[in-house]
């Protein structure tokens, strides 16, 4: 099989000749320790050091098709002001925050001043950064990647964004959580014009491309569940998701949508298979029951990750216990093992390298390294 018949298949729960080989990437200071260990010094990134010197499976993927849905022009990150040990940064995001210098150690940042704190700092953001007709969403070679992705050999996957992490970052968790309350029209207007402006982007593709998988990024849960209420995410979230799935699928062939979700994630499971996103990443370990999921959805949902990282800090006995019962959730198939999250810097690199060559063995592909 190829990559490409080989992830469909897997998501599907179908017989494949061995499951795909992805993972998660890890800190900067997870690298900066493996310099230390064998990893060469110059593989810095911190998702293709792994890929490359692991030789994932996606280290042999093309382009993809891509539209830019999110904000445009995106904020651009830059240190503000320098005090002592601390820098006051604006973010991603465009948040003002405190944090810690670079090599002074690892921290929360400690937020100032967030993009959106006003009804006009919104129509600021709206009308400059997310309006859809702004020609820099569209990339110049975007009728090329259209045609390559019939014939691709490799997943077609492309990045459809965000309807609650976006604003939840662009806000704060603590003023978006309390707008649900305070003012829900309001809550409900960004959202409206959040779908409205992919609808309008996402248009472009349709007839034009086959999307094997697109993927969104949420992070709307904690270690004991949704931060939004079922029946807000029902009302508001479902109806808009629907709009955009059904768009990707009628006019993209697209089968599967992925959700990037930390925590506990089992109220939104079956609302989210509803509407036709119907991929489960990266299923937490310390706060999802992946076991459950698989139970209750079986094929409908397929599940990726799931790979405790405690064990990887432990040792080689723990890794093997750990690759010992995830061996039930390959059995019952459409699962892709993979760390729970970034590989953390107290992982050693000699630990990783042997869970690597352990979950090789247990998905069926030969374990390489090096270059």
């Known amino acids: 099989m190829n990559h490409r018949e080989r992830h469909l298949a897997v998501l599907r729960g179908e017989p494949v000749d061995r499951v795909p080989d992805f993972e998660f990437g890890a800190w900067t200071e997870t690298i900066a320790r493996w310099h230390n260990e064998g990893l060469p010094a110059d593989l810095t990134h911190e998702d293709n050091a792994i890929r490359d010197w692991f030789h994932l499976d996606d280290e042999e993927f093309g382009p993809s098709p891509y539209v830019n849905i999110g904000a445009c022009p995106g904020f651009q990150a830059k240190v503000l002001e320098s005090k002592g040990d601390y820098d006051i940064v604006l973010d991603w995001d465009g948040a003002t925050c405190e944090q810690m210098k670079p090599g002074r150690g690892v921290s929360i940042p400690r937020y100032l001043r967030f993009a959106i704190e006003t ?108 931060l939004l209420s079922p029946a807000m995410f029902k009302e508001l979230m479902m109806p808009r998701y629907k709009r955009i799935t059904s768009l990707l699928r009628d006019g993209c062939g697209c089968e599967f949508n992925m959700v990037d979700c930390d925590g506990k994630i089992h109220q939104l499971v079956g609302l989210w298979q509803e509407v036709g996103i119907n991929v489960m990443f990266p299923l937490e370990a310390a706060h999802t029951d992946a076991f459950k999921i698989s139970e209750l959805y079986g094929k409908k949902v397929a599940l990726r990750g799931y790979v405790d990282k405690i064990p990887l800090i432990k040792g080689p006995e723990a890794i093997d216990r750990e690759i010992e019962k995830l061996k039930r959730l390959m059995k019952a198939g459409n699962f892709i093992p993979h760390v729970d999250h970034r590989v953390p810097p107290d992982v050693s690199f000699e630990n990783y390298r042997h869970y690597r060559r352990k979950k090789c063995e247990m998905i069926g592909k030969p374990y390489r390294e090096g270059r």
């Open 119 to 226: 009804k006009e700092d919104w129509k600021k953001m709206r009308d400059e950064r997310l309006d859809w007709r702004n020609p820099d969403r569209i990339p110049k070679e975007l009728e090329e990647l259209c045609k390559k992705s019939f014939t691709a050999d490799y997943p077609v996957t492309m990045y459809t964004g965000s309807m609650y992490g976006w604003l939840r970052n662009w806000m704060g968790v603590e003023n978006f959580s309390m707008l649900f309350l305070e003012d829900p029209e309001w809550v409900e207007e960004m959202m409206e014009h959040l779908t409205q402006l992919a609808e309008k982007v996402l248009a472009k593709l349709a007839g034009k491309c086959k999307i094997d998988r697109m993927d969104w990024w949420e992070d709307m849960c904690y270690k004991d569940g949704s």
